[in-house]
């Protein structure tokens, strides 16, 4: 079926660096998510994405925080600075409409920050 | 803000038994109900949804829809040991057209041969 890849599975990074998430989305999809999962916690919503704007974020989702998706490339989303509290586990997914369609998830990046 | 509880938080049963899992919503005015299946490692994977009231029958699962008790619940029938992995409950708001789930903390199920 459809495959939603993210690079990288697991990141090790110092708090204080920037960080880049990346999400290759299921190609003919319109829109994109992030959500992230602490460990031992329910998935929680951050951002979704489409045509080329930010429609709805949550307030885990701070300023130190963005996303774009530059030319239908990687969907990305960058920290910046990060912090100890940013360790978890985020999930790209995407689909084709936003309108109670399923949505479509990668493996999850692991991000560690020490 | 929207609330998503389930229960049980986990379950263990035997290769073959009926598995009933349980979900509670908070509004009303929703909203479609996705079940999703998340195994160790892995994203969550979509099984099932229900919009309307009643309920759908897709496999070996089942799903039942009560928007006046807002509750849900899904059924899994003749259960298998690789049905074990957190089932996830999730509710969209299909009216705001942003795709945006809600979760609920997730059921372990473990099923044993």
């Known amino acids: 079926g459809p495959k939603v890849l993210q690079i990288p599975s697991h990141q090790i990074i110092d708090m204080g660096q920037m960080v880049t998430l990346n999400c290759d989305p299921v190609?003919?999809?319109?829109?994109f998510y992030w959500y992230k999962q602490i460990l031992g916690q329910q998935m929680e919503f951050l951002v979704n994405?489409?045509?080329?704007?930010?429609?709805?974020k949550s307030k885990l989702f701070k300023d130190q925080f963005s996303v774009e998706r530059p030319d239908g490339s990687y969907f990305t989303l960058k920290i910046q600075p990060t912090a100890l509290e940013d360790s978890a586990v985020y999930f790209c997914?995407?689909?084709?409409?936003?309108?109670?369609?399923?949505?479509?998830f990668g493996h999850g990046t692991k991000l560690s920050v020490l | 803000q929207e609330k998503v509880q389930q229960s049980p938080e986990s379950l263990i049963v035997p290769e073959g038994a009926m598995v009933s899992l349980n979900c509670s919503f908070s509004?009303?005015?929703?909203?479609s109900i996705w079940w999703y299946q998340q195994h160790p490692g892995k994203g969550p994977k979509a099984l099932i949804?229900?919009?309307?009231?009643g309920n759908k029958k897709e496999g070996r699962l089942t799903v039942y829809l009560n928007r006046a008790s807002l509750h849900v619940s899904l059924h899994i029938k003749d259960s298998q040991p690789s049905d074990s992995a957190v089932y996830l409950c999730?509710?969209?708001?299909?009216?705001?057209?942003?795709?945006?789930?809600?979760f609920g903390h997730g059921t372990i199920l473990r099923v044993h041969p």
């Open positions: 509004d009303s005015a929703s909203q």
């Open positions: 949804s229900i919009f309307s009231n």
């Open positions: 994405f489409y045509n080329g704007k930010v429609m709805e």
């Open positions: 190609s003919n999809h319109l829109y």
């Open positions: 999730a509710v969209i708001n299909t009216g705001a057209n942003t795709g945006k789930l809600t």
């Open positions: 997914a995407s689909s084709l409409e936003g309108q109670g369609e399923r949505l479509f």
